[in-house]
């Protein structure tokens, strides 16, 4: 690619972990590639809980090598019911080596891992960045123009939309979005703390969200603590000494004394679905694509998921002389990403809501599916492999269903996001 050329095969929007880990793969798998990003630090102390083929994926694109030392092995994960209800769940928990694995994966602070992925898109030199961000995106017959806050002006057969929750190019895309804000809010922090965390996750179930103490390297954890918006702000209110005596009480003392460390943030929560993932030579990844509550860390697991399977998909495509951006190329994606994004949403809701639920019989069937879970191996040693990455991905084809799956069948199951028999589908409401 010339370096001054204006003319793109990919334009990836939006440096957020999802978009630079696109615009990487992207460049890697030979596309000439624009990001256009703001270069500015990590705004957030989140951290991620990188699960098994994330950290695959990154180590392909010469990232984690950058960064694995910097996180820390997530060895155990624990379930702890912390409702106080009559009906409780049993304790449940997970551990690697009954999967035969080293580790889960690895949790690690949004900004280390975004440190590393910039470093990496700076090697690359068919990656050419843009420190500035889309004005406008326009979807034409045979690419898409964008012009930029700065001035520039630059087209590309495809447009890889990563610019998060309020995507400029999904609305460019004219895809609607089911939007359902729910009455959770996340604080997260990181501690220190006196006992060490042996690897071991502990989530704790509270009648307002979960709770959960992941592990950093050394005697630190980071903790995402979903509330009821009052109790989030009251905690976000708290003073250092008080949130770590609040955080200790919360963790019932397993990691001893807790000390937090500075800064936090509140997060408000909602679930997205876009109707489609790819329209207009435009495709959805990361956050603008699907927005979920931060339950069985899978947010950022499957917007690496996204960059893997549209860089996949452009290698081959170029590699036939196609064009990125046909319609083919971008039903193709689509394919790929429905189901699992789908998917998860839906185990992800169901999950927050049994939790949430006042009704007995809402309790009762929480509390025997822990117990099951709990107690027969095969279906525990099922959830983990699933809750890893779907099991079917690595098998199934790049090309969407023709005789194997019956349109029909798989139009009612995952057809633009609807779900059959999702409750609160109707209380949802559709945005452009
Ligand atoms: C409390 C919490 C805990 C979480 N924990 C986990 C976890 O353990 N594991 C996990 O997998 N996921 C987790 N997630 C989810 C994960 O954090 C998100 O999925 C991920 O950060 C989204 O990354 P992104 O790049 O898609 O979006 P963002 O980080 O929002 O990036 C979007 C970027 O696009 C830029 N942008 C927007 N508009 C434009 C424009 N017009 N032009 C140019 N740039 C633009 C923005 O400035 C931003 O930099 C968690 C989420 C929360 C809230």
């Given at each position: 690619?010339?370096?001054?050329?204006?003319?793109?095969?990919?334009?990836?929007?939006?440096?957020?972990?999802?978009?630079?880990?696109?615009?990487?793969?992207?460049?890697q798998?030979?596309?000439?590639?624009?990001?256009?990003?703001?270069?500015?630090?990590?705004?957030?102390?989140?951290?991620?809980?990188?699960?098994?083929?994330?950290?695959d994926?990154?180590?392909?694109?010469?990232?984690?090598?950058?960064?694995?030392?910097?996180?820390?092995?997530?060895?155990?994960?624990?379930?702890?019911?912390?409702?106080?209800?009559?009906?409780?769940?049993?304790?449940?928990?997970?551990?690697?080596?009954?999967?035969?694995?080293?580790?889960?994966?690895?949790?690690?602070?949004?900004?280390?891992?975004?440190?590393?992925?910039?470093?990496?898109?700076?090697?690359?030199?068919?990656?050419?960045?843009?420190?500035?961000?889309?004005?406008?995106?326009?979807?034409?017959?045979?690419?898409?123009?964008?012009?930029?806050?700065?001035?520039?002006?630059?087209?590309?057969?495809?447009?890889?939309?990563?610019?998060?929750?309020?995507?400029?190019?999904?609305?460019?895309?004219g895809?609607?979005?089911?939007?359902?804000?729910?009455?959770?809010?996340?604080?997260?922090?990181?501690?220190?703390?006196?006992?060490?965390?042996?690897?071991?996750?502990?989530?704790?179930?509270?009648?307002?969200?979960?709770?959960?103490?992941?592990?950093?390297?050394?005697?630190?954890?980071?903790?995402?603590?979903?509330?009821?918006?009052?109790?989030?702000?009251?905690?976000?209110?708290?003073?250092?000494?008080?949130?770590?005596?609040?955080?200790?009480?919360?963790?019932?003392?397993?990691?001893?004394?807790?000390?937090?460390?500075?800064?936090?943030?509140?997060?408000?929560?909602?679930?997205?679905?876009p109707?489609?993932?790819?329209?207009k030579?435009i495709?959805?990844?990361?956050?603008?694509?699907?927005?979920?509550?931060?339950?069985?860390?899978?947010?950022?697991?499957?917007?690496?998921?996204?960059?893997?399977?549209?860089?996949?998909?452009?290698?081959?495509?170029?590699?036939?002389?196609?064009?990125?951006?046909?319609?083919?190329?971008?039903?193709?994606?689509?394919?790929?990403?429905?189901?699992?994004?789908?998917?998860?949403?839906?185990?992800?809701?169901?999950?927050?809501?049994?939790?949430?639920?006042?009704?007995?019989?809402?309790?009762?069937?929480?509390?025997?599916?822990?117990?099951?879970?709990?107690?027969?191996?095969?279906?525990?040693?099922?959830?983990?492999?699933?809750?890893?990455?779907?099991?079917?991905?690595?098998?199934?084809?790049?090309?969407?269903?023709?005789?194997?799956?019956?349109?029909?069948?798989?139009?009612?199951?995952?057809?633009?996001?609807?779900?059959?028999?999702w409750?609160?589908?109707?209380?949802?409401?559709k945005?452009?």
């Open positions: 690619m010339d370096d001054g050329s204006l003319f793109y095969d990919v334009a990836v929007v939006g440096g957020g972990p999802a978009g630079l880990t696109a615009a990487i793969a992207l460049a798998a030979g596309a000439g590639t624009a990001l256009i990003a703001r270069r500015a630090p990590y705004a957030d102390n989140r951290t991620t809980a990188l699960l098994g083929s994330s950290v994926f990154l180590e392909a694109i010469e990232v984690w090598p950058r960064c694995r030392d910097q996180a820390a092995a997530l060895r155990t994960m624990r379930l702890v019911d912390d409702t106080g209800r009559l009906i409780r769940a049993p304790e449940v928990k997970f551990s690697c080596e009954e999967i035969g694995l080293e580790a889960f994966g690895y949790n690690i602070e949004n900004r280390t891992l975004v440190a590393a992925l910039e470093q990496r898109a700076a090697e690359l030199i068919n990656l050419r960045r843009f420190d500035d961000e889309a004005d406008t995106v326009t979807p034409e017959d045979s690419a898409v123009a964008v012009h930029t806050s700065g001035g520039t002006s630059l087209s590309a057969r495809l447009v890889v939309g990563a610019d998060g929750r309020h995507s400029l190019c999904r609305e460019a895309a895809i609607e979005v089911s939007q359902r804000e729910l009455k959770q809010f996340a604080l997260t922090f990181n501690i220190s703390h006196s006992r060490p965390h042996h690897n071991v996750s502990t989530e704790f179930h509270t009648p307002e969200g979960p709770c959960v103490f992941v592990p950093l390297p050394g005697d630190r954890s980071s903790v995402v603590w979903v509330a009821s918006p009052k109790q989030a702000e009251r905690l976000m209110a708290f003073s250092d000494e008080e949130l770590s005596e609040a955080a200790e009480r919360q963790s019932h003392s397993i990691l001893g004394r807790v000390t937090v460390q500075a800064g936090r943030n509140l997060f408000p929560l909602a679930i997205e679905r109707r489609q993932f790819a329209r030579r495709v959805l990844v990361g956050e603008a694509a699907h927005v979920i509550p931060p339950i069985g860390a899978q947010g950022l697991n499957m917007g690496l998921r996204d960059a893997a399977d549209v860089a996949d998909i452009v290698r081959e495509v170029l590699g036939a002389n196609h064009d990125p951006g046909a319609p083919a190329a971008l039903l193709r994606y689509d394919f790929k990403r429905r189901a699992d994004v789908m998917s998860r949403t839906f185990a992800i809701d169901l999950a927050n809501r049994s939790l949430l639920s006042d009704l007995l019989p809402m309790q009762s069937l929480r509390a025997a599916g822990m117990h099951l879970l709990g107690s027969i191996g095969p279906l525990r040693r099922l959830a983990m492999r699933e809750g890893l990455a779907p099991s079917w991905r690595s098998s199934r084809s790049n090309n969407p269903p023709r005789k194997e799956i019956p349109a029909a069948l798989f139009k009612v199951a995952f057809s633009r996001g609807d779900f059959p028999a409750p609160a589908i109707q209380a949802e409401r945005v452009n």
